[in-house]
């Protein structure tokens, strides 16, 4: 069996000089063709564009009007931290596409990666951060709805707090969020997930992986989820330009590795998706990001 990696050569986006690399998509995706421990391995899926009735699970009409035919204001479009763009918006319901692809392949082989997606600070009535439509609510709430699952775990592992999944979930008791971030940083209004892990400047490997393996057993046995949405982060990384974790490479890896190896164990099946990422150097980005795949990879294949 073959990984199936969903990727689109339309995530790469020109948003002029951003901190945000939305060519990562494509280096991430030539590393992995390129690799001879993986090709052979995987099977690259191309994404359909989520329809409205698929985004309107997780978001307000209101809003995906005003992203369809441009409408947004100016405090939305700075809230939001992109310049808006049609190619942008597109790019935004390709991603949701691709999350939901990345989840039916999570469910039918116990494994599913997606380039893309992770865009956790986007609220059902508006983008911010960087997020423009929320994929993982939209993926979460599409399985359910279509009774493909009953319960969903979010294991977040992104630098920053999954604000925006935390407020769409609120009320949803089939969906556990749980958020390992990094407590003095942006959002600076962070709705409750179930679970907030909120840690201090300069965390280093050692006490990150100590409070997932505290933590995420339990959850998986209490809580009893048939997937789980595994937000990969790389910016926890200790040379991040917008964190302040200390995560180094091999500290992510072995993340990485409890994550599916424990969700593993339980027997449920894993939907990756790659979210933040703003190394000094790109090519730290692409080296963490190939290190998340390559990873679910030798557990999974």
Not at 69 to 81: D, N, P, R
Not at 127 to 149: P, Q, T, W, Y
């Amino acid at each position: 069996m073959k990984t199936k990696i969903v990727y689109s050569d339309e995530y790469y986006i020109d948003i002029g000089a951003h901190v945000f690399p939305t060519v990562k998509y494509k280096l991430i995706k030539n590393r992995l063709s390129n690799d001879l421990s993986v090709v052979n391995k995987i099977l690259f899926v191309e994404p359909k564009e989520a329809q409205d009735e698929d985004l309107l699970r997780a978001h307000t009409a209101e809003y995906l009007d005003k992203l369809k035919y441009g409408k947004l204001s100016a405090q939305e479009i700075l809230t939001l931290e992109l310049p808006y763009s049609k190619e942008l918006a597109k790019g935004a319901r390709l991603c949701c596409g691709g999350t939901i692809s990345a989840v039916w392949a999570a469910l039918d082989d116990g494994i599913g990666i997606h380039l893309g997606g992770g865009f956790h600070h986007a609220f059902a009535d508006h983008g911010e951060g960087f997020c423009v439509l929320n994929d993982i609510a939209v993926a979460v709430k599409k399985a359910i709805g279509k009774k493909r699952i009953k319960k969903a775990l979010i294991i977040d592992c992104d630098l920053h707090q999954g604000n925006g999944t935390a407020a769409i979930f609120g009320n949803e008791d089939r969906v556990f969020t749980f958020s390992i971030h990094q407590e003095n940083s942006y959002p600076f209004y962070k709705p409750k997930s179930d679970m907030d892990i909120g840690l201090v400047d300069k965390t280093k490997d050692k006490e990150y992986l100590m409070r997932l393996e505290e933590n995420i057993p339990k959850i998986l046995s209490d809580f009893k989820p048939q997937l789980v949405m595994y937000v990969a982060g790389a910016d926890p990384y200790e040379n991040d330009q917008i964190g302040n974790l200390a995560l180094t490479k091999e500290g992510l890896k072995k993340r990485d590795f409890f994550i599916y190896d424990t969700a593993k164990n339980y027997q449920v099946p894993v939907a990756v998706v790659l979210a933040g990422g703003y190394a000094a150097r790109r090519e730290d980005t692409v080296d963490i990001q190939f290190n998340t795949i390559k990873t679910a990879i030798e557990i999974f294949n």
